[in-house]
Nanobody, 124 residues
Framework: QAQLVESGGGLVQAGGSLRLSCAAS????????MAWFRQAPGKEREFVAA????????YYADSVKGRFTISGESAENTVYLQMDKLKPEDTAVYYC?????????????????WGQGTQVTVSA
């Protein structure tokens, strides 16, 4: 069974940086895009960033544009999220997602495979 495993979360001060990684494991895994979502306590899961392996296009939520960078390795089905200039409002559990059924890559409902999440905490 295909699985996604995230790593790289932790505690950081405001203005600092973290790099999240997500790797696929299990049987043959092929996806045309991967994405990051996050969920803060008491809030709904929200889109952060996505990358299309077909076109190389990247997509970002307005709240992270200019601060976060998504990248990925199609052949290895891995995706990274470089997070710079972190703010306390970035505090959340970050989830990796893959196997979208449609090209609306900002929608969580289109993704069929999810990781277990990694906690990111930004202190003021």
């Amino acid at each position: 069974q295909a699985q996604l495993v995230e790593s790289g979360g932790g505690l950081v001060q405001a203005g600092g940086s973290l790099r999240l990684s997500c790797a696929a494991s299990g049987r043959t895994f092929s996806t045309f895009a991967m994405a990051w979502f996050r969920q803060a306590p008491g809030k709904e899961r929200e889109f952060v960033a996505a990358v299309s392996f077909n076109s190389g296009a990247t997509y970002y939520a307005d709240s992270v544009k200019g601060r976060f960078t998504i990248s990925g390795e199609s052949a290895e089905n891995t995706v990274y999220l470089q997070m710079d200039k972190l703010k306390p409002e970035d505090t959340a559990v970050y989830y990796c997602a893959a196997h979208p059924s449609r090209r609306e890559l900002t929608l969580s409902a289109v993704y069929g495979t999810w990781g277990q999440g990694t906690q990111v905490t930004v202190s003021a």
